[in-house]
């Protein structure tokens, strides 16, 4: 069965009903396909202790700002998952789920997005599928001979899973320095927290409101021409959040050099000198999930589809939204989804009504 609408919006967390309240007020016809069953997207399924680097006065959606958490200035998690599924219910979105794209092609003057629910012929896509779901591990040698176990902050969950356990968190941004703090600050675990380069924290005043605004100012410098003066990368790495600031104050989260290989009970430097190891956490990072988009052959230099905007440069019915700055800044954040997603959905409606973006 074949579903006919003007825009499909691939993708139900924040960035994809950032997407629907913009689209919504331009009056377009759309659909947003979740492949979750249930609202919140990635928010749901992050470990318990996470909080937001930022009041809710910057984590909002447009049109509607996020209700205080009592007793949280940065609220958690679970909070952020209730935001968001009220938000869905709150301007009447067309969200169907668990529906999950396979595939994006071209079909003549449309797009057709094949689904494990049916297709969808549209006249523009905006893919916003976020990065959550496609967990960055670095190539380490002896990682096929570790007989302990490995996994990435998407599977990480809580302290107790590994007390009395020896454990190394690899990874010197804010998951890594969030899930060490975790873990060090919980009796009965030996850890090792291992890192490319020294932790760089940001100072213990700064919050997600200055990242957001260092990360305009760097679009902003970048579209003009000139070079980025500082930017996020000036300010530091590590949001200095309660937790983590404590355990740093306490002496409790001690960096060592990134290991040169994995043995098979634990890591090994290059001086020779070893750590035993129950478990390896990766807090690497992620890449963008594209692989829906891979019949429409757009992909270039470092798996990112070039872009104007959020535009798609090779196709112009392509908007992506949300995958990190290359699609706005900070736009892989709460506050930041709005701006891009105001854009796409402009420029999609003159698609429609133009032929011409």
Known sequence: MTHTVDVVVIGGGQAGLAAGYHLRRQGVDFVILDAQSTPGGAWQHTWDSLHLFSPVAFSSLPGWLMPTQSGEEYPDAGHVVEYLSQYEQRYQLPVQRPVRVRAVSSDGGRLRVETDAGTWSARAVVSATGTWWRPFLPAVPGQEVFSGRQLHTVNYRRPTDFTGHRVVVVGGGNSGA???TDLATHPGIDLTW???????????DIDGRALFDAATARRRALDAGTSDTGGVASLGDIVAVAPVREARDAGL????????RLTADGVEWTDGSRADADAVIWCTGFRPVLSHLAPLGLRASRGHIPTVGTRAVDEPRLHLLGYGDWTGPASATLIGAGRPARDASREISMLLANGTP
């Open 178 to 180: 969030q899930v060490a």
């Open 194 to 204: 291992a890192t490319q380069r020294p932790p760089r924290f940001l100072a213990d």
């Open 253 to 260: 989260l001690k960096a060592s050099p990134m290991f040169s």
